[in-house]
């Protein structure tokens, strides 16, 4: 799953063991590629502090924290819950200022492109 958040993006799946397969369905990896976002997200939401960022410098998505899955789920009901603007990407833009232009851009971009997707299926 792909979250575009106020407090950044995250990619979240399945803990899975090194080898690669897949672990735990009950336990979920939150990646980041900024380490800021998780930072951000652990400071917003209490439910995640004491859980360890970890970082691995050769995957794509270099920063993670394995968390319970009731935790995100916990995270994410609360998101919906404060939920409370018509347009994601100037709120985004308004609430995480200039600080996180390279992220307000990468919203831009991904909104473009699926845009672009949704011309294309209507041809």
Request: a neutral charge.
């Amino acid at each position: 799953m792909w979250v575009f958040t106020l407090y950044g993006f995250y990619s979240v799946v399945c803990a899975r063991n090194q080898d690669g397969t897949k672990a735990e369905t009950n336990k979920l990896i939150v990646w980041a590629r900024v380490r800021h976002h998780l930072e951000t997200l652990q400071g917003r939401f209490s439910e995640l502090v004491g859980y360890s960022i970890r970082e691995t410098p050769d995957t794509d998505y270099r920063y993670r924290i394995i968390i319970p899955k009731a935790r995100w789920k916990e995270v994410v009901a609360q998101m919906v819950e404060e939920l409370s603007y018509g347009n994601f990407k100037d709120e985004a833009a308004r609430s995480l200022g200039v600080g996180e232009r390279d992220y307000i851009h990468a919203l831009h971009d991904v909104w473009s492109r699926l845009y672009d997707l949704q011309q294309q299926k209507q041809q």
